[in-house]
């Protein structure tokens, strides 16, 4: 195994760290009150909150020889470990309804925390997607994704306009993941895709920024003395 490469995703141990989310989660599934079922937010928060509680003991003393779980909102991760090989892994937690929602755009992180987050090689940067329905008043997980944002296509990415740029899971409903994909190559298309957005996003500001002071001046133009 290349030192550089976690054995955890680039051997199958990421799908047994799958299956043991999905089992745990549903043998515990979370509660909510009848009031409360409809509210997506409560629902993800619920199940997010009772796998933090428990993730270490998941992952196992094989894997997790260090676990973090207390962070800021501003935080890239909402929750981290280390493994016996000396990786750190930060992990976003995102929370998807399969029924009852249309269309979903979630945030992942800021592509200036990514880019230096990446600089060094130890550092895996995860999406935990956790898709699940209600019913009745149990949350039930149908699907976990627990895959290194390189392993992400960018077909179901997309960058959102929010200081440097957010990258986004475009569609929660699509996610196309290409397992062992090379980090070097991602990242390549990384850079092409921010370089491809920011000029564009340049001229929509411009634009917009001309055809204000345009409207204003006519305003003022036409303005009595």
């Known amino acids: 195994m290349d030192r550089l490469k976690s054995s955890l995703f680039y051997t199958d141990k990421y799908k047994r760290v799958e299956r043991r989310i999905k089992d745990f989660l549903s043998k ?18 619920a199940t997010q909150k009772l796998l933090a509680e428990n993730f270490s003991t998941i992952l196992g003393p094989a894997i997790c020889s260090k676990y973090y779980s207390d962070f ?6 909402d929750m981290a470990f280390r493994d016996n090989e000396g990786f750190y892994y930060a992990v976003d937690v995102k929370t998807h309804r399969v029924f009852g929602t249309k269309f979903n ?11 230096r987050f990446y600089e060094d090689d130890k550092n895996y940067f995860i999406i935990l997607m956790l898709k699940y329905e209600v019913q009745q008043t149990s949350v039930l997980v149908r699907d976990v994704i627990f895959v290194p944002i390189e392993f992400l296509d960018w077909d179901c990415l997309r960058i959102g306009a929010l200081g440097w740029g957010q990258i986004q899971i475009a569609n929660a409903n699509v996610i196309k993941v290409n397992l062992g994909y090379s980090r070097k190559e991602w990242m ?31 305003y003022w133009e036409s303005h009595p003395e």
């Open 72 to 77: 800021s909102r501003k935080a890239m991760e």
């Open 105 to 115: 755009m979630p945030n992942i992180t800021s592509v200036d925390k990514l880019a």
């Open 188 to 218: 390549v298309q990384f850079c092409d895709v921010l370089l491809d957005f920011y000029p564009k996003e340049a001229q929509k500001i411009m634009s917009k920024r001309v055809e204000r002071f345009r409207q204003t001046r006519e």
């Open 28 to 45: 515990q599934a979370p509660s909510l009150s009848l009031d409360t079922t409809e509210s997506t937010r409560t629902a993800g928060d």
